[in-house]
């Protein structure tokens, strides 16, 4: 049972426009988001987290939007550059707990 | 401090043989992790230490994998008997458990890539 969801395998944007990531998850439980972008061949890096008590956080050109009764959140990156091209992950964990739980990534892709 | 160090970045080894990888985390971080992942898929955990001690094994890590983390500070993980199956990118993570029960700076090291012909 895929605790946490990304249902879109990829999504391309062009270039100075916004990119919207998208996941849900399933735990109630769950009350500490992550955001984290992988390239090829390198581990992944952390982007931006939310915790449940907010229902946004901003940083620079991304934003996290918490939905904590549609158990959804969303990543905003505005506007999108092409060095923002590669695969977005969202994890979430539970106070205390020892592991993130991933979703299966959304690749972006940022045309020209 | 330069994060989350593995080594090596990539292994091809022969089915049967023995593999060792390394992770040096960051330095005032007490959690090391172990995480797997496969080709379209996110990283997948293995296992994890409070400083030296090994607290949780996912089911994930059959009797062929071991991990160590000696005097809390560099881990390693053992695949015996390498399988094909065992191909993947193997990950280490550390993080900051504080008082309030997050954990902070969860930062990943560069992985290793693991191929079993």
């Known amino acids: 049972d895929q605790q946490v969801k990304q249902n879109s395998p990829s999504l391309s944007v062009q270039e100075g426009r916004i990119s919207i990531l998208n996941c849900d998850y399933t735990?109630?439980?769950?009350?500490?988001f992550l955001w984290y972008k992988k390239y090829p061949a390198e581990g992944p890096t952390f982007l931006i987290s939310?915790?449940?008590i907010k229902d946004k956080n901003e940083d620079g050109r991304f934003t996290v939007f918490l939905n904590k009764s549609a158990k959804h959140l969303s990543l905003h990156i505005v506007p999108s550059q092409p060095g923002d091209s590669a695969v977005y992950f969202c994890?979430?964990?539970?106070?205390?707990?020892?592991?993130?739980?991933w979703g299966a990534g959304t690749k972006l892709i940022i045309k020209p | 401090d330069t994060g989350v160090s593995q080594n090596p970045r990539h292994k091809i080894t022969k089915r049967g043989q023995n593999v060792t990888f390394r992770c040096d985390p960051i330095?005032?971080?007490?959690?090391l992790y172990w995480y797997r992942q496969t080709l379209g898929q996110g990283p997948e955990f293995l296992t994890y230490?409070?400083?030296?001690?090994?607290?949780?094994k996912s089911r994930l890590l059959s009797d062929r994998f071991s991990a160590e983390r000696p005097k809390g500070s560099f881990s390693t993980l053992e695949i015996q008997r390498t399988e094909q199956g065992d191909s993947a990118m193997y990950l280490c993570?550390?993080?900051?458990?504080?008082?309030?029960?997050?954990?902070?700076?969860?930062?990943f090291g560069s992985g290793t890539r693991l191929t079993v012909v």
């Open positions: 330095s005032e971080h007490n959690r």
């Open positions: 994890a979430a964990s539970a106070r205390g707990n020892y592991q993130l739980i």
């Open positions: 993570a550390s993080s900051f458990l504080a008082g309030t029960g997050f954990y902070y700076g969860y930062t």
């Open positions: 230490f409070q400083n030296e001690a090994q607290l949780e």
């Open positions: 939310i915790s449940s």
């Open positions: 735990n109630s439980m769950f009350d500490y």
